[in-house]
């Protein structure tokens, strides 16, 4: 089979598309024809091995010393279920599925298996397996950290970077529950954000924030660019400040504030679930989440792919089309 090998770290180059073994699903897996991945943040992170400094040691530890030590790179799955180990119970051949998997998953590839205890559901029959795969990755982690802050009916809730994988997953998710959304983001994204269901719309480049006199129940940063200080400011009493973006460093900040102030500040890394695919599926179908894909790419231009996420201007998703067909 056809799959992007990481060779090493450094810029997309290091990305090269090779013939591999078919691999077997072990007796609790599934083996999925991939259809569709994206590029995630965290491909990008791993690929280009960008970390903070206090983690340089213990992230080439763990993801390996000169090269990934997952040598077939791919955080989220839309396919079809080929094959089922003895062990699995919710899924057969036929099914359409789409899952994330921050370490298990090899997504750049014909074909993966995935633990069936992964973040794995049936996809939403609405969707094309390109706009499922624009799905799991901001909804997840939307959805993580919108919870921890305890997001409720009514509250005033302001998105930094709405106009991400992450942002525009979290104002469509906080508008379905209710929210008031305030969503801030560049010039060329105002009419994007606004689409979402966006109450108010902050250009960033021409308004600060911080200066606008409103206060908020949840401040969510998505992207990792904003002062504690100033968005305490802005909290009211009991209020959540959010960061899924953050290094260590940043992380002891914002526990230390959280015990200085008596705030909620919620940082680190969403732990994908089943249950929030489920969740994620209910939204959808509801008409309250839709995927926001700016470009596809063929597996063959992986690179290219790489090369554009790697700009820091991406809309949304970035698609890579990994079988040609686009079937519901």
Partial sequence: MKAVIATGYGAPDVLELRDVDKPTPKENEILVKVVATTVTAGDFRVRSFTVPRSLWIPARLTLGLTKPRKAIPGMVVAGEVVAAGKGVTRFRPGDQVYAYHITQLSAYAEYTCIPESSALAVKPSTLTYEEA????????????????????????????????????????????????????????????????????????TKEDFTRSGQTFDIIYDTVGKTSITDCLNLLKQGGSYLQSAGSPAFLLQMRWAAMRTGKVLIGGTATPKAEDLLCLNDLVTAGKLKPVIDRCYPLEQIVEAHRYVDMGRKKGNVIIRVQPQSNR
Avoid at 164 to 172: E, H, I, L, P
Avoid at 178 to 200: F, I, M, W
Wanted: aromatic letters at 8%.
């Fill in 133 to 204: 795969a624009a799905i799991p990755f901001g909804g997840v982690t939307a959805l993580f950290f919108l919870k921890k802050g305890n997001i409720a009916s009514g509250q005033q809730v302001l998105i930094y970077g709405a106009s991400g994988s992450v942002g525009t997953a979290a104002v469509q998710i906080a508008k379905a529950f209710g929210a008031n959304v305030t969503a801030v983001c560049s010039t060329q994204n105002l009419e994007l954000v606004k689409s979402l269901g966006a109450d108010r719309v902050i250009d960033y």
